[in-house]
């Protein structure tokens, strides 16, 4: 078992103990994505800590989405409590790039690229392929992409 779902598992325990209810219940919602995410498939499958990273990522997302939804729909209180879900949920992922960080990672895999003569669309493909495990989980996808689009454009 990897150690950052050992490290949710006993968080969850500490803070049922603590009868901290909006912590215990995210911590459960977290521990079920990951179980659905194991057994989902033909076979059960044992997940690292960068497969965790990647569901912690999917239901970060999720309260993101569903606070801008409440605030449209002026239900403050709501957005609050999935602010507050998110919150506890970015205490397991890893600390986000700055864009400095971002731009020198992309920078470094474009020279790659071009260093190996290629151009175009296919170029786009290759530097992702580059940049994808060394930002996952620590930038969003699509700020990744269209930085990476600026960065081949120049």
Do not use: F
Request: charged share 25%.
């Amino acid at each position: 078992m990897s150690s950052l779902k050992d490290q949710i598992q006993k968080d969850l325990t500490d803070s049922i103990r603590a009868k901290d209810s909006l912590r215990s219940g995210t911590l459960r919602m977290v521990l079920s994505a990951i179980t659905n995410e194991e057994v989902s498939g033909k076979e059960a499958k044992i997940l690292t800590d960068q497969d965790l990273i990647t569901v912690l990522n999917r239901e970060a997302k999720k309260r993101k989405e569903a606070s801008t939804a409440y605030v449209g729909a002026k239900r403050q209180d709501l957005a609050d409590k999935e602010d507050a879900e998110l919150a506890i949920i970015q205490n397991y992922l890893p600390e986000a790039l700055s864009a400095e960080q971002l731009a020198q990672i992309i920078a470094d895999a474009v020279s790659q690229v071009k260093a190996a003569g290629q151009s175009g669309p296919s170029a786009m493909g290759a530097v992702m392929k580059i940049v994808t495990p060394q930002v996952t989980g620590r930038s969003d996808g699509g700020q990744v992409a269209a930085a990476v689009k600026s960065a081949l454009a120049n």
